[in-house]
């Protein structure tokens, strides 16, 4: 199972459901990613190369609708 730290490419499957920064340092770039889809590819004009894992949390399911809403967490359909 993936953890907090791992990178992972642009167009790999997504290991574990959650928030994703890309590995530039900046830290301006984020991606709520979820289980068994494939990581978007990074902004245009992003220095970076890989996906980082940060967090592993059912908001990021949630995020996408694809699990129940995680109570507290505000999510795109709610507003």
Do not use: I
Not at 6 to 32: L, N, Q, R, T
């Amino acid at each position: 199972m993936a953890q907090v730290g791992d990178s992972f490419h642009p167009g790999e499957y997504v290991p574990v459901s959650g928030f994703y920064e890309c590995d530039a340092g900046d830290k301006h770039s984020w991606s709520v990613d979820v289980k068994g889809n494939r990581f978007p590819p990074l902004p245009d004009g992003c220095k970076g190369g890989n996906w980082v894992l940060k967090n592993t949390t059912g908001a990021a399911e949630a995020w996408h609708g694809v699990s129940k809403a995680v109570p507290g967490v505000e999510t795109s359909r709610d507003r």
